[in-house]
């Protein structure tokens, strides 16, 4: 943020990178979108098609799902809109696309599949964080860049990101196969998307079926009813008899 110093760790077990200490956090978060972050719109797009390739080929009985950490609510309108019946939650930010959808506390609440897209970097404690996922997930579906081998300085990989401040944890690959293995989970990666599942599936068709591609043409074969209509309808009721005319 050009003005904190910032000591980073790393494990000598799993190479897993920390920022020591960030007590600058609160300042980061003054705005709960990072300032470069320029990705909202595509993420959301590219991240449904991948969720919906994954949830069809892998968990298509499943009914009930959590984007945790979903910031605008943009990722659960859209898959939503897709048929799939997604809540959101998020502790820091304003939902403004699925404000209706958006949970207060996860008490009580079980989901077969919580995504978490570009969240797992700015967790403090990130393993109570997923353990809490996982305690009210099977299935568990994260996008986080993972560090690279040489670790690169400071200045020469942008997920370090130290502009905004807000990214404090940076996993390796081992890292992330150490928090499955903790969980009781398998792991799944194709390097930038991974999955955390309480059941074995093909990685290979994992993979393939994750990149941008692949999972663009996946989206056209396996469809739902769209919730988009049904979610206005129950909506606008609900604004109407609020205002007082007869919904």
């Known amino acids: 943020m050009g003005k904190h110093i910032a000591s980073y760790k790393k494990c000598e077990s799993c190479g897993f990178i920390f920022a020591d200490d960030p007590y600058w956090l609160t300042e980061a978060y003054n705005s709960a979108i990072t300032c470069t972050d320029m990705g909202t719109v595509s993420r959301a797009e590219s991240c449904s098609l991948a969720t919906k390739a ?3 080929l892998f968990y298509h009985s499943s009914t009930a799902f959590l984007d945790y950490g979903a910031g605008y609510g943009m990722f659960v309108r859209r898959m939503r809109d897709l048929g799939y019946n997604f809540s959101a939650y998020d ?6 696309f699925s404000e209706e959808f958006a949970l207060d506390s996860l008490e009580g609440k079980h989901f077969a599949l919580t995504t978490a897209f570009e969240v ?17 997930s099977d299935h568990f579906l994260a996008t986080t860049e993972m560090v690279p081998e ?10 370090f990101a130290p502009e905004h401040g807000q990214h404090i944890s940076f996993y390796t690959r081992k890292t992330l196969n150490l928090i ?16 955390f599942s ?3 599936i093909n990685d290979f068709i994992f993979r393939k079926a994750t990149r941008t591609r692949n999972a663009q043409w996946l989206g056209l074969w396996r469809r739902r009813k769209s919730l988009l209509e049904e979610d206005f309808h129950k909506r606008r009721k609900e604004v109407l008899t609020r205002l007082g005319y007869r919904a």
């Open 54 to 56: 994954v949830i069809d």
């Open 91 to 96: 502790t820091h930010c304003r939902n403004m």
């Open 120 to 136: 797992l970097e700015h967790l403090e404690n990130p393993m109570r964080v997923i353990g809490t996922i996982f305690s009210h």
């Open 150 to 159: 040489p670790v690169p300085r400071l200045e020469d990989w942008w997920y």
């Open 180 to 195: 499955a293995e903790k969980n009781q989970r398998y792991f799944y990666s194709n390097g930038n998307l991974h999955l």
């Open 198 to 200: 309480v059941k074995p």
